[in-house]
């Protein structure tokens, strides 16, 4: 198929893709790496009267480096977190993530905003950012504003940008360098969405721990019961009966087939993480 018709501007500026997009009368989308938007538009899946292209816009693929924390532009690529070509504060962790990503030619062109924005449950970037408890800064006519990445996703494909407001940055803080991380990934072949994805950060100086497990049906889910347990140094047997239950007492209605996956998942990768 072929996608409908559609008006098609290319922006020049942050402001001007803005005021492109607040336009109550006509159905307008911004288009950044394009690699999920244009299949859906073939497909004709994604109503779009306009298309707002950001790819000149160069200010979005600027890297803010803070003593504390790194602000990514959302026009940044995948394969730009892969090769090392940005600074990384996450203890190799988003470096890893970027290769981790479809295929390379996905990955030149795919960018990390755009993957947040489309907020599919079982994208690499949305676990990943939560995990690292990461922001993102969202620009739009009345202005900037910043929220928590875990606030950002609002349901599976749903998110809290308002009409002709853009994911301008992600922020992540930078971690402890004596923080560990450990990711598993559940996937039917190389390359495609995750049935089940987990991250587990823990940092032994601290006895502090975080753990996300993605794809599921909604957004990430952080399991903070599970975290204090391994704080507390609890074994492989306790995290088990914890992680399941924190799944079970979640608003996602798992078939007990998805539940094992994910709290195998969970453990897989705690375990990466050195912590059983």
């Given at each position: 198929?072929?996608?409908a ?8 500026s942050?402001?001007?893709?803005i ?5 109550d009368?006509t159905?307008a989308?911004?288009?950044a790496g ?7 538009l073939?497909?004709?899946l ?5 298309l ?6 160069e ?5 803010d480096?803070?003593?504390?924390r790194?602000?990514?532009g959302a026009l940044?690529p ?18 890893f993530?970027?290769?981790?990503i479809?295929y390379r030619?996905?990955r ?10 489309l ?5 690499d970037?949305?676990?990943t ?11 739009g006519?009345?202005?900037r504003?910043?929220?928590a ?8 494909y749903m998110t809290?940008?308002?009409q002709?407001?853009?994911?301008e940055?992600?922020?992540?803080p930078r971690?402890?360098?004596t923080?560990r991380?450990?990711?598993?990934k ?11 994805m987990?991250i587990?950060?823990?940092d032994?100086?601290?006895?502090k ?5 993605g794809?599921?049906?909604g957004?990430p ?13 609890a074994?492989e ?7 399941g239950?924190?799944l ?8 007990p087939a998805k ?5 195998t998942?969970?453990?897989r990768?705690i375990?990466?993480a050195?912590l059983s």
């Amino acid at each position: 198929m072929k996608p409908a018709p559609f008006a098609y501007h290319r922006a020049t500026s942050i402001e001007d893709a803005i005021a492109q997009l607040n336009d109550d009368e006509t159905i307008a989308r911004p288009l950044a790496g394009g690699q999920s938007l244009v299949p859906m538009l073939n497909l004709r899946l994604a109503p779009v009267q306009k298309l707002v292209d950001l790819g000149r816009i160069e200010t979005l693929r600027r890297v803010d480096e803070q003593a504390g924390r790194i602000a990514y532009g959302a026009l940044l690529p995948h394969a730009a977190f892969e090769d090392g070509r940005v600074p990384d504060g996450s203890n190799g962790l988003m470096s890893f993530i970027g290769g981790q990503i479809a295929y390379r030619a996905v990955r030149t062109r795919g960018t990390i905003g755009g993957a947040l924005a489309l907020a599919d449950p079982a994208a690499d970037w949305l676990t990943t950012v939560i995990a690292l408890d990461g922001q993102v800064v969202l620009v739009g006519p009345r202005g900037r504003r910043s929220l928590a990445a875990a606030d950002f996703v609002t349901g599976p494909y749903m998110t809290a940008l308002d009409q002709a407001e853009l994911l301008e940055s992600v922020v992540i803080p930078r971690r402890a360098k004596t923080e560990r991380w450990g990711h598993y990934k559940v996937t039917r072949k190389t390359g495609e969405y995750a049935d089940s994805m987990a991250i587990a950060l823990f940092d032994p100086d601290a006895r502090k721990a975080r753990i996300v497990v993605g794809a599921v049906n909604g957004a990430p889910i952080v399991l903070t019961k599970t975290a204090l347990e391994i704080g507390e140094g609890a074994n492989e047997e306790r995290l088990q009966a914890a992680i399941g239950q924190e799944l079970a007492e979640s608003d996602r209605a798992f078939s007990p087939a998805k539940l094992k996956l994910h709290v195998t998942a969970a453990l897989r990768a705690i375990r990466k993480a050195g912590l059983s």
